[in-house]
C-alpha cells in the first residue's frame, strides 16, 4: 500500500554533493516516520538519516554536519542532501517508510540508487 521510488544517485567526486529524493504513493496518511539507509560491498545495511511526522530528525555519526534529511509533505517526498562526500560513501542508498496501520508497523523499501564517490 506504499510505494517508494528513489532517485538521484550517481558517481560524484570526493567533497562534492548529491541530493537524493524518495518519492512516496500510496496510503502516505499512515506512514510515521522515513529513513535512509546504505549498504556497501560486503558490509550491512546500516541507518543513515531518518524522520519522522513531527520532522524529528536522527543522524549516523559517520554524516552527522554533512548529511541533512528533509520532507515536502505536499510532494509526499523526502529528500537526502549529501555534502562533502567522501569515497567511504559509496554504496547503495535505500529509501525506508514506516507505517503504523491497526496498531501494527509494517516497513516499505525502495528500490535503491547507487551512490560512487571517487578519490
Known amino acids: 500500500q506504499v510505494q517508494l521510488v528513489e532517485s538521484g544517485g550517481g558517481l560524484v567526486q570526493a567533497g562534492g554533493s548529491l541530493r537524493l529524493s524518495c518519492a512516496a504513493s500510496?496510503?502516505?496518511?499512515?506512514?510515521?516516520?522515513m529513513g535512509w539507509y546504505r549498504q556497501a560491498p560486503g558490509k550491512q545495511r546500516e541507518l543513515v538519516a531518518s524522520i519522522t511526522t513531527g520532522e524529528i530528525t536522527n543522524y549516523a555519526a559517520s554524516v552527522k554536519g554533512r548529511f541533512s534529511i528533509s520532507r515536502d509533505n505536499a510532494k509526499n517526498t523526502v529528500y537526502l542532501q549529501m555534502n562533502s562526500l567522501k569515497p567511504e560513501d559509496t554504496a547503495v542508498y535505500y529509501c525506508k517508510a514506516k507505517r503504523l496501520r491497526f496498531a501494527t508497523l509494517s516497513d516499505y523499501w525502495g528500490q535503491g540508487t547507487q551512490v560512487t564517490v571517487s578519490s
Open positions: 500510496g496510503n502516505v496518511n499512515s506512514i510515521v516516520a
